[in-house]
């Protein structure tokens, strides 16, 4: 009776074991099955569907007035814009300089700035290479020293003639960070005389407007 008892076990504890092997591995093209499909059809709006709960059948609605969108309140007009309230250009960083502001500037510094003024910002950058008719600025001319450090961040912000807007692939903190990288790249350097682009008559002011590069004199 034992030994029969022996071999069922035996046999069951086999079974049980193949079956378990077995399921290793293995695929299927049914669908999983699902205890509580409940959340397969929940109830949710998506972009661009329709919505029997609204009058106008959109379930894509507009924010109310006044809304803003979280982390973009942007109170700090002087941080987000480069400019005080008065409409003027910030003239120096609104955070202190570091180590790790320095590190990270010179890095973004690197990848979006580079190519165009240079490494050392001289603007000689890789674009000359290829004999660009337009030669970017010099970060070591006079004009750039004196330009405001919110001068500068709008610059990057909002590009300047042929130089684009750099707003949405830097963000502010990083502009900043840029900016105080170019100051320590002007405290090792020696102010220049304005590069005139080719062609272009002697330099001349009028207006507050450098007539050589076009770019706008603002006295701080």
Same mark, same amino acid.
């Given at each position: 009776m034992n030994t029969t008892r022996m071999n069922t076990r035996i046999v069951l504890t086999t079974a049980a074991l193949l079956l378990l092997v077995g399921c290793r591995g293995m695929t299927s093209e049914d669908p999983p099955i699902h205890p509580n499909p409940n959340m397969d059809t929940q109830?949710?709006?998506?972009?661009?569907?329709?919505?029997?709960?609204?009058?106008?059948?959109?379930?894509? @609605?507009?924010?109310?007035?006044g809304t803003v969108g979280r982390g973009r309140l942007?109170?700090? @007009?002087?941080?987000?814009? #480069?400019?005080?309230?008065d409409s003027s250009f910030v003239s120096t960083l609104p955070f202190a300089v570091n180590d790790?502001?320095?590190t990270r500037g010179a890095e973004r510094f690197a990848i979006?700035?580079?190519?165009?003024? #240079? %490494?050392s910002g001289d603007g000689q950058g890789n674009i000359m290479k290829?004999?660009?008719? %337009?030669?970017p600025t010099s970060l070591y001319e006079q004009k750039v020293y004196d330009m405001a450090d919110g001068n500068i961040f709008e610059v990057i912000s909002? #590009? %300047?003639?042929?130089?684009?807007?750099y707003r949405q692939q830097i963000p502010p903190e990083d502009r900043w960070n840029i900016v105080a990288h170019i100051r320590a790249l002007q405290s090792k350097g020696t102010p220049v005389a304005v590069t005139p682009m080719p062609g272009a008559?002697?330099?001349?002011t009028s207006g507050g407007i450098d007539t050589v590069t076009n770019r706008t004199e603002t006295a701080q």
């Amino acid at each position: 009776m034992n030994t029969t008892r022996m071999n069922t076990r035996i046999v069951l504890t086999t079974a049980a074991l193949l079956l378990l092997v077995g399921c290793r591995g293995m695929t299927s093209e049914d669908p999983p099955i699902h205890p509580n499909p409940n959340m397969d059809t929940q109830e949710k709006y998506t972009a661009q569907r329709s919505s029997a709960f609204f009058a106008d059948g959109k379930a894509m @609605r507009t924010p109310p007035e006044g809304t803003v969108g979280r982390g973009r309140l942007r109170e700090d @007009r002087a941080y987000f814009t #480069g400019r005080n309230v008065d409409s003027s250009f910030v003239s120096t960083l609104p955070f202190a300089v570091n180590d790790a502001v320095l590190t990270r500037g010179a890095e973004r510094f690197a990848i979006f700035c580079s190519p165009c003024h #240079g %490494i050392s910002g001289d603007g000689q950058g890789n674009i000359m290479k290829y004999k660009y008719p %337009i030669p970017p600025t010099s970060l070591y001319e006079q004009k750039v020293y004196d330009m405001a450090d919110g001068n500068i961040f709008e610059v990057i912000s909002n #590009g %300047i003639r042929n130089m684009p807007s750099y707003r949405q692939q830097i963000p502010p903190e990083d502009r900043w960070n840029i900016v105080a990288h170019i100051r320590a790249l002007q405290s090792k350097g020696t102010p220049v005389a304005v590069t005139p682009m080719p062609g272009a008559a002697p330099a001349t002011t009028s207006g507050g407007i450098d007539t050589v590069t076009n770019r706008t004199e603002t006295a701080q």
